[in-house]
């Protein structure tokens, strides 16, 4: 059963323009942003990509700004160990899908 909040969600996901989308992805990267970095601080050669982690979260707050290098941030997003599916249920998992929306629509500029 839908609640209303999912619903209203996915109306503004469906029906909104692309800053919406953009912004609803931040917000759900943000939101992962304190557990991965409290997971990986301390992890020998992750320093690296806990710094991108953090630039492409803040990246994705300036909706108005171009992410011209989008689709080269998700080829090295989808590298990251957490991301590797453990099983063929985590590619269809629809938690999921908004976290690479943005990256993956074509650029309008």
Known sequence: ???L???AVAEAL???NGEAIR???AACAERMAPLFV???ADAPGREADLDFYAESVRDL???DRSLADAA???RLLERFPELQPVDRAFDSDPLLVPLFVEARRPSAA
Request: cysteine-free; overall charge negative; aromatic content about 14%.
């Open 1 to 3: 059963m839908e609640t």
């Open 5 to 7: 909040v999912e619903g």
């Open 14 to 16: 469906r029906d909104g």
């Open 23 to 25: 912004l609803y992805v």
């Open 38 to 40: 409290s997971l990986r």
């Open 61 to 63: 707050w300036y909706a």
């Open 72 to 74: 080269e941030r998700v």
